[in-house]
């Protein structure tokens, strides 16, 4: 079935590094736009990043550009998020996201368990 | 960017009521405007695309309207199920953006 599986989360210090993974399974991953989105304990959804089908095009959140990357290895229908740079306000849970064909408009159909980072002293 | 603000922030409500919440986007979306359902500790499930397409398996209570910068989203007949937290997005263009949620609890 089609499924996406976060991984990588968890306790960090403020300007370290951590690298998330998103397993896809189910649907031919190389298809389609993918976005990472986060959720900050208590708070509402917000938007990330995004890695276009064709994955030479990425999009992200003022708030996370130039720390974090967007990137995929379609031989192992992985997608990551690579976080430079950590912050306190950058904790919260990560899901990794389906968009559509070769497109974002029409929403986020297909959502991970999500993988909690926390970024801590 | 463009802003999206919900409203109400919360409502009750009871099993069977008819519920209405409304989303407004500081400029046009192009009605790329999407709805997602969340319940605690899970992840966001998609109802809505395209302002008033129902995503595949979602129940026919749940419906969504509007167009430009005016949108919303309806329940009919309130079930169990229902009381959740409702969140507005836009997919019109980057940086794509969330509502801040609407929490529909039990009168």
């Known amino acids: 079935q089609v499924q996406l599986v976060e991984s990588g989360g968890g306790v960090v210090q403020p300007g370290r590094s951590l690298r998330l993974s998103c397993a896809a399974s189910?649907?031919?991953?190389?298809?389609?736009?993918m976005q990472w989105v986060r959720q900050a304990p208590g708070k509402g959804l917000e938007w990330v990043a995004e890695?276009?089908?064709?994955?030479?095009?990425?999009h992200y959140a003022d708030s996370v550009k130039g720390r974090f990357t967007v990137s995929r290895d379609t031989s192992k229908n992985t997608l990551y998020l690579q976080m430079n740079s950590l912050r306190a306000e950058d904790t919260a849970v990560y899901y990794c996201?389906?968009?559509?064909?070769?497109?974002?408009?029409?929403?986020?159909?297909?959502w991970g368990q999500g993988t909690t980072v926390t970024v801590s002293s | 960017d463009i802003q999206m603000t919900q409203s109400p922030s919360s409502l009750s409500a009871s099993v069977g009521d008819r519920v209405t919440i409304t989303c407004r986007a500081s400029?046009?979306?192009?009605?790329?405007l999407n709805w997602y359902q969340q319940k605690a500790g899970k992840a966001p499930k998609l109802l809505i695309y395209a302002a008033s397409s129902l995503q595949s398996g979602v129940p026919s209570r749940f419906s969504g309207s509007g167009s430009g910068t005016d949108f919303t989203l309806t329940i009919n007949s309130l079930q169990p199920e229902d009381f959740a937290t409702y969140y507005c997005?836009?997919?019109?263009?980057?940086?794509?953006?969330f509502g801040q949620g609407t929490k529909v609890e039990i009168k």
């Open positions: 997005q836009q997919s019109y263009t980057t940086p794509q953006t």
């Open positions: 890695l276009w089908y064709d994955g030479n095009n990425q």
């Open positions: 996201a389906r968009g559509g064909v070769a497109t974002r408009h029409y929403g986020m159909d297909v």
């Open positions: 400029q046009s979306t192009n009605n790329y």
């Open positions: 189910g649907f031919t991953f190389s298809r389609y736009v």
